[in-house]
């Protein structure tokens, strides 16, 4: 299984991390990482294609939906998903109905992909 999240458009909500029962998912800080070393390579650490990296801009189609008080409350902001261990994924689809961002896609191992449904 290989899982992975589009950045610009993930909303940094850790629904994805709260519901995944295997850990799949790493919140992660968009500025900096626990090692001083440089952002990008820490935050695009999962599986996805270069044009669904971090470059340190949000698409706002997506985001802007959830910029409001009440996102900014919880500080969501600040972080981004990153899918460390897709390969323990079993394909639950928790997350996929939970993403705020419809930023994480999912292949099985033949070759199925899946995508975030929530709207
Ligand atoms: S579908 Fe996979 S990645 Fe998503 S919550 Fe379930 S086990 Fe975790
Ligand atoms: S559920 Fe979606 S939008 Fe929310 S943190 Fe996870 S990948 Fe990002």
């Known amino acids: 299984m290989d899982v992975y999240v589009n950045k610009a458009h993930c909303t940094g909500c850790s629904h994805c991390f709260?519901?995944?029962?295997?850990?799949?998912?790493?919140?992660?800080?968009?500025d900096k990482d626990p090692d001083g070393k440089a952002n990008p390579p820490y935050i695009n650490a999962d599986t996805a294609p270069a044009?669904?990296?971090?470059?340190?801009?949000n698409d706002p189609k997506y985001y802007d939906k959830w910029n409001n008080d009440v996102q900014k409350c919880h500080d969501h902001y600040k972080k981004k998903s990153?899918?460390?261990n897709g390969s323990a994924?079993?394909?639950?689809?928790?997350?996929?109905?939970?993403?705020?961002?419809?930023?994480?896609?999912?292949?099985?191992?033949?070759?199925?992909?899946?995508?975030?449904?929530y709207k």
């Open 18 to 30: 709260d519901v995944c029962p295997v850990a799949v998912f790493e919140m992660r800080d968009i």
């Open 51 to 57: 044009d669904k990296q971090w470059t340190g801009v």
């Open 82 to 84: 990153v899918a460390i």
């Open 89 to 117: 994924c079993i394909l639950c689809q928790a997350c996929l109905i939970e993403c705020e961002g419809e930023c994480i896609t999912i292949t099985d191992d033949q070759g199925q992909a899946y995508q975030s449904i």
